[in-house]
């Protein structure tokens, strides 16, 4: 049963300290995607990846927020320095485009908590 | 820009009732439209998906969706709950298929009463 991996699920920081979240698409997919969760904001895009490039990353706070895919297996969320308002549940979802359409995968997240 | 409407924040159910769920959708062109489901503590899980054809969508776990251009929505609903639906539904949008990233709503709380 494939899935999507994330790493930790959990993590607790202090303000200004770095973070490093880590995804594991679901093998020979071709897109990553980067989700964060808040109560207030809800569920919104930060980034995606096809075939390790990326495409769009206008979701993202530029200042202190990156993503990465060193390799097709492994993708990775980071925030330096990070802030109490980053605090939420980032989630990486996979899948394999096809033409326009494709289907989402989603891990089970990693719920960060910035003190 | 794409967006949906989740109109109910919470919905309560007594098991073994029908149930549906709204969503309604603004978006120029032909929609690619999701249901997702959320269990506490975990990932979205997807229940259906609509990108053409027959515009009544089967899902997993018993659960079924209409597109209906006119009235933009895309609601989703279930003959006969059980206490295990109990979670938080999203509806999403994809201007691109799916392949260009969700727009989601902003879920719906599902409460199964016995």
């Known amino acids: 049963d494939a899935r999507v991996t994330q790493t930790p699920r959990h993590k607790v920081t202090e303000m200004g300290q770095e973070v490093t979240m880590r995804c594991q698409p679901i093998l020979g997919h071709n897109t990553v995607f980067w989700y964060r969760q808040t109560m207030m904001q809800g569920l919104e895009l930060l980034a995606y990846?096809?075939?390790?490039?990326?495409?769009?990353d206008s979701g993202m706070p530029k200042d202190r927020f990156s993503a990465e895919m060193p390799d097709a297996t492994l993708a990775t969320l980071k925030i330096q320095p990070s802030e109490p308002r980053d605090s939420a549940v980032y989630f990486c979802?996979?899948?394999?485009?096809?033409?326009?359409?494709?289907?989402?995968?989603f891990g089970p997240g990693t719920r960060l908590t910035v003190l | 820009a794409q967006s949906v409407t989740q109109p109910d924040i919470h919905i309560t159910v007594s098991e073994g009732a029908s149930l549906e769920l709204r969503c309604n959708y603004s978006?120029?062109?032909?929609?690619?439209l999701f249901w997702y489901v959320q269990s506490p503590g975990q990932g979205l899980q997807l229940l259906l998906k609509?990108?053409?054809?027959?515009?009544l969508v089967q899902g997993i776990k018993g659960f079924e969706a209409e597109f209906k251009r006119s009235q933009s929505s895309f609601n989703l609903r279930k003959p006969s709950v059980h206490w295990s639906d109990a979670a938080e539904y999203f509806c999403?949008?994809?201007?691109?298929?799916?392949?260009?990233?969700?727009?989601f709503g902003k879920g719906t709380h599902l409460i199964i009463q016995p």
């Open positions: 978006y120029g062109a032909t929609p690619y």
């Open positions: 990846f096809r075939n390790r490039a990326p495409l769009d």
């Open positions: 999403a949008v994809a201007a691109g298929g799916g392949a260009d990233g969700l727009t």
């Open positions: 609509y990108f053409s054809g027959d515009t």
């Open positions: 979802a996979s899948g394999l485009a096809r033409g326009r359409t494709d289907t989402q995968y």
